[in-house]
């Protein structure tokens, strides 16, 4: 494969700032044989592209983030979360009903439709800023993907909602304040406005969905408030991939929520997980597999 020297780099960097066509120029380069690791974190654009899953496929709107950039140059799988998407396509395909709880721009409800085209996928998105691209992209693939502007919370009140005003952060939003101000330390373009908020009960109950297979929860140490929100979870026993940040939300997990029959697991690599005791947050890896007992994982997956 060539290499780029740096004077090489530099120069088609500028090139390609000052270019029209963005679009079409980075879908060329990207089938240049070039190491793309050497540059690729630096050629955005705005436009649309194909993602490429498993078995199908589906289309992304470009926003100039790091989440698009990645799966632009790198695909699906090979991206900062390639520990879990293998487990979320393995899964989805056999999960009727889907929850994609802090679904950002989608990309982990679209993987769920594309695969499984027949499965109910909810994404549930409450920030001003991310549910229009959201819904934008679900439109662009003409999917039936239901998107909620709400948040799942433990109450079936309006919360105080924290954003940045920019893309600059595009999975920054939260209802736990700590999340800008303490670990985006030195943030002045905070904004602060309230969102609705449903318990996972309510909701599940008000639109009488009465199965649930496979739930992602990513809402920016607010998830243990998503559990307190969902007592009947030994009802539907879903299948939970989790993000724990700190270990102050494994504890808080493990403690509002009853886990009887359930196997834990720390996502570490595509076919590989860890077995675990107990939420232990992981310095390296953020999700955490809650399995129920009487459900297999996918076939020739590594316990470590």
Known sequence: MMKLTSAIYQSLLSVYKVLPFQSVWAHLLRAMPIDLDRFYKDLHFKGTFKVKT?????????????????????????????????????????SDVILDIGANTGVYALIAKAENPKAVVIAFEPSNKIYPPLVE?????????????????????TQV??????????????????????LIAG???????????????????????????????????????VFEGFQRLQE?????????????????????????????????????VKRLSSIIADPKYRNILLLPEEKQLPKNTQII
Not at 69 to 82: P, Q, R, S, V
Not at 139 to 156: H, P, Q, R, T, Y
Not at 161 to 182: A, Q, R, V
Request: proline share 2%; hydrophobic share 35%; glycine share 4%.
């Open 54 to 94: 498993r078995n199908s496929s589906f289309k992304l709107h470009h926003l100039g983030t790091t989440i698009e950039n990645e799966l632009f140059w790198k695909g699906l799988g090979h991206t900062m979360e390639d520990d879990t998407v293998w487990f979320w396509e393995e899964t989805c395909r056999t």
């Open 137 to 157: 992209n679900v439109k662009l693939n003409g999917f039936d993907i239901i998107c909620e502007k709400m948040a799942l919370s433990n109450s079936n009140e």
């Open 161 to 182: 909602f924290y954003d940045l005003d920019s893309l600059e952060f595009p999975t920054s939003g939260s209802l736990n304040s700590d999340k800008l101000k303490k």
């Open 187 to 225: 943030r002045t373009d905070i904004s602060e406005y309230e969102v609705v908020c449903k318990t996972l009960d309510s909701y599940l109950t008000e639109n009488n969905l009465i199965s649930l297979d496979l739930m992602k929860i990513d809402v920016e140490l607010h998830e243990p408030a």
């Open 236 to 272: 539907f026993r879903p299948t939970i991939v989790v993000e724990v940040l700190n270990q102050e939300v494994g504890d808080r997990i493990l403690a509002l929520t009853n886990l009887n029959g359930y196997g834990i697991y720390l996502l570490v690599a595509p076919y590989k």
